[in-house]
């Protein structure tokens, strides 16, 4: 099929208004509209429809295990979807709309597919203006995984999608790149605490200043690999994610000149070696395969970039990549899951000696 690719730009006002109208007609004949979101661009299907569902997960070439965020234009509107119960409600009301997606008991009126059988559902109220109209112009909630091919990283600009869905899906909406770079936080509630099922935008951090660090657990998955036997929370977490052609190899140390003597060793062996590091680094490593997320403390500017870092690797006949691993605190935390899911879970710890070789 020809897909409709449009730029949406609010400033723009009839033409905004019109691309929305055909957007949502797409939407209400059980079609696909790819999105833009502030964490990455959706895939969306009415999240009513289980065949619109079934198109989501042949066109991503998803497995059907894997349950759909549904996305909400308000906030009042995610009552019409699920049970919430009061630190749900809570969390709604202090993060939405925002980053942040909340699984739920769901109601009968969200179809099977689109919870992958699951007697519960994931929602999510998105900040993005675009999303929001997009949604609302719907006149139903959308169910939407992120708009990339299965395993592939996750889109952060139109380009990513147009890249793996082009001819798959009806319609890409550009609104520009991604303010965050990365999926949504995930939580549920369960026995009166909060659990963090993936990191993102919203951080443990603030999460524990609102309910107490005692209420707070965070799910073993995010940082270390499941064992083959155990069946996770979220069926996302058994998958290998965001994952580039050429392996990716984590470097951990007691300090970053540890870890950048290590690399530079790497580099030193052979070349089709790609770094990803800091601005602060360039001047170190040489070669037509480093590449720099942004400056060491800016974890907002690391996690706008990495995605389109690893979609950028794909285009280059780049060996093993080698990346530095980022503190595990506040949006660093998101970036470091993301980053072991893409090493799938390869990381070297370099001692004295070895960071000196
Ligand atoms: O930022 C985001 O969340 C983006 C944008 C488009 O909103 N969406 C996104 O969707 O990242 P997706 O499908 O790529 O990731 C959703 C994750 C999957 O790992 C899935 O297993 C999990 O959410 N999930 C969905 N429904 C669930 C449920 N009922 N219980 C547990 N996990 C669920
Ligand atoms: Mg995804």
């Keep these: 099929m020809e ?9 723009q006002k009839d033409e905004y208004r019109r691309i929305l109208m055909q957007a949502g007609e797409i939407i209400r004949q059980g079609g696909l509209v790819a999105f833009p979101t502030e964490t990455v661009y959706g895939l969306g299907g009415s999240a009513l429809n289980s065949r619109a569902a079934e198109k989501i ?13 549904i996305h909400v234009s308000a906030v009042d509107e995610i009552e019409s979807y699920c049970e919430m119960d009061d630190m749900s ?20 009126i969200v179809p099977d597919s689109v919870t992958a059988g699951l007697p519960t559902v994931a929602v999510r109220c998105p900040q993005n203006r675009q999303a929001r109209d997009f949604i609302a112009a719907a006149g139903v909630a959308i169910a939407a995984p992120s708009a990339n091919t299965s395993g592939r990283p996750s889109p952060t600009s139109a380009a990513h ?8 899906i009806e319609m890409i909406l550009d609104g520009g790149p991604c303010d965050i770079g990365l999926e949504s936080t995930i939580v549920r509630v369960k026995d009166g605490n909060i659990e963090l099922l993936r990191p993102g935008g919203v951080t443990p951090e603030q999460l524990c200043a ?11 998955a995010i940082l270390h690999k499941l064992a083959d036997n155990e069946k996770p929370i979220s069926p996302g977490m058994k998958y290998r994610h965001y994952s580039p052609k050429a392996p990716v190899v984590l470097v951990e140390a007691a300090t970053d000149e540890q870890k950048n003597r290590y690399i530079k060793a790497r580099i030193g062996e052979g070349n089709k070696i790609g770094v990803l590091c800091f601005d602060e680094d360039l001047s170190l490593f040489s070669g037509p395969y480093v590449r720099s997320l942004g400056r060491r403390d800016d974890f907002s500017a690391q996690s706008h970039m990495l995605f389109a870092m690893l979609r950028e690797f794909d285009e280059t006949d ?7 691993t980022p503190p ?3 949006i660093g935390l998101a970036l470091y899951n ?3 899911k893409a090493a799938g879970f390869d990381v070297v710890c370099v001692d004295e000696t070895e960071g000196k070789a």
């Design 210 to 220: 609102v309910f107490g660090k005692e209420h707070f657990r965070m799910n073993d």
């Design 161 to 168: 999608v147009l890249e793996d869905l082009n001819g798959k």
């Design 318 to 324: 780049v060996n093993t990549i080698y990346a530095k």
């Design 89 to 108: 409600r809570t969390i709604a009301k202090l993060f939405m709309p925002g980053p942040i997606t909340v699984i739920m008991k769901k109601k009968p």
């Design 57 to 69: 997960y042949a066109a991503k070439g998803r497995p059907q295990d894997n349950p759909l965020i």
């Design 328 to 330: 595990k605190e506040g």
């Design 3 to 11: 897909t409709l690719f449009y730029h949406l730009d609010p400033g």
């Design 338 to 340: 993301r980053l072991i």
